[in-house]
């Protein structure tokens, strides 16, 4: 009885071992090889319309989720006696329309914004003690939450030049004169090869970039 559970025991102790070494050369291969990070978003340029004078709103054809082509009329304001032409400065889908028929608007006024959803990428914030190992051109897996069936591949095509706290509309205030400190994150823009329909900008997204 006594040899059979020291037999067991052993096992046990042999299986935990086991299982610690195969745990820790997964990390050390992980950490040596790739950047991983669930701090990345789907993004796109988002382009304001807006009209170049002041006046009526007497069309507007700018509904969230029309496709418009750059130059395209989208709609028009009344001045003084004329029908002047709002167009898209740039091809892609109406994100968001701010404005109605019959509304007033002013001069660069943002009237709706535009994105061209043929060309989204993906925007990381890489911690700064990982960023000496990222550069342009290096190869990212991809896994946006919304269809996290899908592996999407990528490459770093632009580093930031400044961490995101530098951008804060509210910067860290050292008030009580006892420093922390925090970690800061770099943004980091990846371009996707390709990806399915559905996506869209906001979209939360785990990125793996090889070292």
Not at 22 to 40: H, K, L, P, V
Not at 108 to 117: H, K, N, R, S, T
């Amino acid at each position: 009885m006594k040899t059979g559970r020291f037999l067991l025991l052993n096992t046990l102790i042999f299986i935990v071992i086991v299982a610690l070494g195969i745990g820790g050369y997964y990390y050390y291969f992980n950490q040596s090889n790739y950047i991983d990070t669930e701090d990345a978003k789907v993004a796109g340029d988002v382009i304001p319309v807006s009209a170049d004078s002041a006046g009526k709103l007497t069309e507007w054809k700018g509904q969230t989720g029309t496709v418009l082509k750059q130059g395209e009329m989208v709609g028009k304001v009344a001045v003084g006696t004329e029908t002047k032409n709002i167009t898209v400065p740039v091809s892609g889908t109406i994100v968001q329309s701010k404005v109605n028929e019959g509304q007033m608007v002013a001069p660069g006024q943002p009237l709706a914004q535009v994105v061209d959803m043929d060309k989204l990428y993906i925007l990381a914030n890489i911690e700064e003690t990982d960023i000496k190992d990222v550069s342009v051109g290096q190869e990212v897996d991809i896994t946006v939450d919304a269809q996290s069936d899908t592996k999407i591949k990528g490459k770093v095509t632009q580093m930031g030049l400044a961490t995101n706290s530098v951008f804060s509309l509210l910067p860290q205030q050292n008030a009580s004169g006892n420093y922390t400190k925090v970690v800061q994150r770099i943004p980091v823009k990846i371009e996707m090869e390709s990806y399915p329909n559905g996506i869209v900008p906001g979209m939360n997204a785990t990125i793996r970039i090889h070292k």
